[in-house]
């Protein structure tokens, strides 16, 4: 889904999927267990992380916008 900090659509189109994978996280929590509740909350908070902290190494990395060195 590309960068989340690059403009302000792809920060809305995170925003929406957060907010989706939540509504599966509580709708999995309550039908099934708060163990799967946990496990799923736990998986798609590091999905998320990983995409941050990749996009804020590539803004750290390519200062002049290029990305190329």
Do not use: C, Q, Y
Not at 20 to 48: K, Y
Not at 50 to 61: A, E, P, R, Y
């Amino acid at each position: 889904m590309g960068n989340p900090l690059k403009s302000e659509g792809s920060a809305f189109r995170w925003l929406v999927l957060v907010i989706a994978g939540a509504v599966v996280v509580i709708l999995a929590t309550e039908l099934i267990s708060s163990t799967v509740g946990a496990i799923l909350g736990f998986l798609m908070i590091a999905a998320v992380s990983v995409v941050i902290v990749k996009g804020l190494i590539h803004m750290l990395g390519s200062p002049d916008g290029d990305g190329d060195s």
